[in-house]
């Protein structure tokens, strides 16, 4: 991998060019069918309403590395959150994180990096990209629906979220869970980890 890492976050009816979208997706697909099975096709059919309310992340690290699909608050109901509240998890995000200030969530749909490019500058990099996002449209939390072997990374990197459910079978996942974490925490966890890569 080259030291340059690129990072692009567009609206997917929106790509900077014509192949953005088909790149996310291709990531995307190779990286679900290969640990959840899930195909192409599964991966567009679930996603397709919420296109309009949806930010692509790209990283290029001498070839393009990796993916996020975003979805942004706005008049569909964010897929985790509807999923969250359902059984087996039966979680109400919105009542747990209640606070004297609104809620508003920026929901992490996928992510994926392909093999030969996964390390911690990549997903990191992904990680900024959302949490800019996240503060653009005044989102307060970011969550996801989250594979418990991607939480026990976040946790050996010291990222303080919080898992709201218990681990439940989740499409391919035979262990995933409800998780968050405040906008402001993910900054200050991202600028913790840029100091120390200097």
Known sequence: MTDTLDCLAFPATEPPFPEALGVAERIEAGVFRARFGETAENL?????AHLPQTRIVLVRAGGWAGMMRLGLPGPLASLSLEDAGAPPFGVDLRAELAGAAPVVFLDVLTTA?????????????????????????????VIAMVDRRVLVYLRRRRLACTVHSGWHRYYGSPATGVVSVGTAELRRWLDRADQASR
């Not at 567009?44 to 397709?48: G, I």
């Not at 490019?117 to 989102?139: I, P």
């Open 113 to 141: 990096v392909r093999r030969r490019f996964r390390n911690r500058r990549v997903f990191e990099q992904m990680l900024r990209a959302a949490a800019d996002v996240a503060a653009e449209h005044g989102c307060t939390h």
């Open 44 to 48: 567009r059919s679930y996603y397709a």
